[in-house]
Nanobody, 126 residues
Framework: QVQLVESGGGLVQAGGSLRLSCAASGRFFSTYHMGWFRQAPGNEREFVAAISRGGGRTYYTDSVKGRFTISRDDGKNTVYLQMNNLKPEDMAVYYC???????????????????WGQGTQVTVSS
């Protein structure tokens, strides 16, 4: 069982920045693909960004390209989401997710991940 704990959410003005962190338990973090998703009230959970094991491949939803950066530190069992130039439409609960299935493909759908954190709220004021 993998436990994921997100941190770093909060209230920020439009145009500001936040860095989310997700710390994972266990010895196999380096073998997981990792993803960030978000869910706003009344909406389905949507893909934000993902990073492959080893960090060689990264993926972003179009709306955050050029503003968000996903990275990982396997020595710290942690994945990060640097969010710059935040917009009101970025406001949501952000979830970290791990795919432990040792596939080559990095998923961009919630069903492609088998472990989830509890979420952290990001609020952007206009």
């Amino acid at each position: 069982q993998v436990q994921l704990v997100e941190s770093g959410g909060g209230l920020v003005q439009a145009g500001g920045s936040l860095r989310l962190s997700c710390a994972a338990s266990g010895r196999f973090f380096s073998t997981y693909h990792m993803g960030w998703f978000r869910q706003a009230p009344g909406n389905e959970r949507e893909f934000v960004a993902a990073i492959s094991r080893g960090g060689g491949r990264t993926y972003y939803t179009d709306s955050v390209k050029g503003r968000f950066t996903i990275s990982r530190d396997d020595g710290k069992n942690t994945v990060y989401l640097q969010m710059n130039n935040l917009k009101p439409e970025d406001m949501a609960v952000y979830y970290c997710a791990a795919d432990s299935r040792l596939l080559v493909v990095v998923s961009t759908i919630p069903g492609g991940y088998d472990f989830w954190g509890q979420g952290t709220q990001v609020t952007v004021s206009s």
